[in-house]
Every structure is written in C-alpha cells, then in structure tokens.
C-alpha cells in the first residue's frame, strides 16, 4: 500500500487516483466529487463541462456530483441539498495492489445543522481498478433522534453522439417524468434521446444497464440504491445553462444512482450505505 498525496485538479485540493493497472480518476475534495475516470487501456468516460465553475461553495457541472440529503427540490433545502457543495474531509487514499482507493467523509457542522438539524457522518469511497468504477455512499446517524434523507450518485457519462448513444435494461419500469409531471412505465428495450429534455426517476431497478455509445459498452450496475434517475437536459434547457456550452447536452448523459422516491429514515446509531458500479466491457 502506498499513500496518495493531495495535489490539485481545476485549482482545487484533489486525489489523482492511478491503480498499477493503469486505471485513473480524478477525485475533489469539494463535494467529494469525481471529475474523471480513465479505466485501463480506456478513454476518458465521464463528461465535465468546459465551462463549469471550480470553485469554493459551488456546484460543478459534470462528473460525479454526490446528492445528499436532498433530491432536486423535492424538500425546503438548497436544489440537490449541500452535500456537493461542502469541502470533505479525506480519511485515506492508497494504491494498492491492484486498485486505487480514496475514502472522503462528511460530517455535520454549524452550518449544516442551521438548515437540517441531525447529526450525520457521510462517506464515500471510491475505489478504481482495470475497467472498473466502484462508487460507494454510506451515511451514519450520529444523533439521538431519527432522520430521513435522499441521496444520488449524479453520474455525468460522456457521450460521442447523445443522439445515436441508448440505455438498455429499463424495460418494464414504472418511473416519475419529472418534465411532464406525471407517472409512467417503459415499455422500449432501448431508450434513446432525441434532443428534448428527459428527466425521469425509474423506480426499483433490478438490472445491470447497459449503454452504448458508438463502439463503446459500458455496464452501470447499482446495489442499495433502489432508483435510477436518467436526465439530459435537451437542447432547449442545455442551451440555458451558464455553466455547460450550448451543444453539451449532446455530450452527456447522466445515469444517477438514487434514492428519492423512499428516502432512507435511520434510527440513532444506524447506517446505510449503497453503491454504483461502471465497467466498461
Ligand atoms: O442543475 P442541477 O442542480 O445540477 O440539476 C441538474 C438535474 O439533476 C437531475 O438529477 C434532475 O433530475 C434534474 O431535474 C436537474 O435539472
């Protein structure tokens, strides 16, 4: 085992993660968040806009952006909660024999506790080995009362062509189309995007997913979260953004592990944890 300093990445503290094998991500301190992964012998597979602030407090368009402990707007709490937007502390970051391991933690603070009142600890772990992304969220209940919270891994994955790339393995889901407000169930084996805005939140996903971009497989597989919420923001909405370039959505999809539509209620001393993992076949 031998330790992996902090150096910096978009002028922030980060963990340059690179396995033996070859495989590499760039991890930030700010919000956890993972900017890149590079699986062995592979290209670059997660979209970072060009144009995304990197800075203190705010929110970074692309990667991976960790969602905690609210979803979206769906409670009183700043859009996607604060977890993204907090500096986290690292707790080890070694490469090992064949993987490369970085465990970051969050806790409450004064500020945290101004706008939710609980005593948490949250961690994740990100661990990058061959072709492999290992993703893990995990929250503890430090308090003495109970508390419920949602929680997402929001994957940006990169894209050569959103427009002829596809999702297979959502079939027969029911989910919530947060776009036209209303329920629904997939019927295609493939969905695809047509460069409108797509926003839904697929409820109880069992299989692994499968994209495919141009020659390129990867399979995203989920455990302990019990939704995938799957968003592009199409060309009308993606061209609103001041962080993303116009044509960005073309460039990006975002698979997100979660869980929103039956947040986690722990009891004190409890945990949780759940994960995401991409192999890129
Ligand atoms: O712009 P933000 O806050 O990063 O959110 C991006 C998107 O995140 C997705 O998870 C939501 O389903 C979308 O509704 C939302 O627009």
């Not at 939710?116 to 209940?141: D, K, Y």
Request: proline content about 5%.
């Amino acid at each position: 085992m031998s330790p992996i300093p902090v150096t910096r990445s978009h002028g922030l503290e980060a963990l340059e993660l690179v396995s033996p094998d070859g495989a590499r991500a760039t991890l930030l301190l700010h919000g956890a968040h993972l900017v890149s992964w590079v699986p062995a012998g592979g290209e670059e597979q997660l979209y970072l806009s060009p144009t995304s602030a990197f800075a203190t407090g705010q929110a970074i368009r692309g990667g991976v952006p960790v969602i905690f402990p609210q979803f979206n707007a769906r409670g009183p709490l700043q859009k996607h909660g604060f977890a993204r937007n907090k500096p986290w502390q690292l707790v080890s970051a070694e490469v090992g024999k064949d993987d490369a391991l970085a465990v970051l933690r969050l806790t409450d603070d004064g500020a945290t506790r101004m706008v939710w009142p609980h005593q948490f600890e949250a961690e994740i772990s990100i661990r990058v080995s061959g072709r492999t992304l290992e993703m893990e969220l995990a929250c503890e209940n430090r308090g003495e009362a109970p508390f419920s919270f949602a929680a997402a891994l929001h994957t940006y994955l990169r894209l050569t062509s959103a427009m002829s790339a596809s999702l297979q393995g959502l079939s027969g889901l029911a989910y919530w189309d947060s776009v036209d407000q209303r329920a629904g169930t997939q019927h295609e084996d493939l969905l695809r995007l047509d460069g409108s805005e797509l926003d839904r939140i697929y409820q109880d996903l069992k299989d692994t997913l499968i994209l495919r971009d141009a020659d390129r497989r990867l399979r995203i597989a989920q455990q302990g979260f019990s939704d995938v919420v799957v968003w592009n923001p199409g060309e009308v909405k993606g061209a609103q953004f001041s962080d993303m370039p116009a044509d960005g959505y073309r460039q990006m999809l975002c698979v997100e592990a979660a869980q929103v539509l039956q947040p986690v209620t722990l009891a004190p001393g409890e945990s949780w944890a759940a994960m995401q993992v991409l192999a890129l076949e």
